[in-house]
């Protein structure tokens, strides 16, 4: 397992991409090899609007697996994205778990072994009778 500092941006698109939403933060984070995939563990923040959840993605292959756990999730969000790949589950709120559909539009998984590099995740979500969007997440180790 190795310490490592993280550079995220997470950006909303409108559906009439008139606006644009963004945040951005740096975190400590780790990254370690288990079973055949990667993996990096970091904490959300304040200015993610999710303090107290720990954010894990495992990279295998062409596939990354999120998933949110901690204190200010009531239930644990796994997401999984893939090119082309449609993903159904939950999303938790304060007032219950929505179904959600994410459809990822690209993914490029940059990292080289020795734990440098990103990772950019362009995708679609929708939580059923609430909103759509579209996001693009980009995950630097620097």
């Known amino acids: 397992m190795k310490d490592i500092m993280l550079k995220i941006v997470g950006r909303q698109i409108t559906p009439d991409a008139a606006n644009e939403d963004q945040i951005e933060f740096v975190t400590e984070g780790k990254i370690y090899e288990k079973d055949q995939a990667t993996y990096l563990v ?13 954010t894990s993605l495992k ?7 999120m998933k949110r756990f901690g204190e200010s999730v009531g239930l644990d ?17 304060p007032f219950g778990a929505i179904e ?35 996001s693009k997440l980009n995950i630097q180790i620097i």
């Open 42 to 54: 970091y904490e959300e923040s304040e200015v993610s609007g999710m303090p107290g959840c720990k």
């Open 59 to 65: 990279l295998m292959g062409d596939m990354i697996k």
């Open 77 to 93: 969000t796994v997401i999984e994205f893939q090119k082309g790949y449609r993903y159904e589950g939950f999303y938790d709120t």
């Open 100 to 134: 959600m559909e994410v459809l990822t539009n690209d993914l490029v998984n940059n990292l080289t072994p020795d734990g440098k590099g990103s990772i950019d995740i362009d995708y679609h979500v929708s939580l059923k009778g609430l909103s759509e969007g579209r």
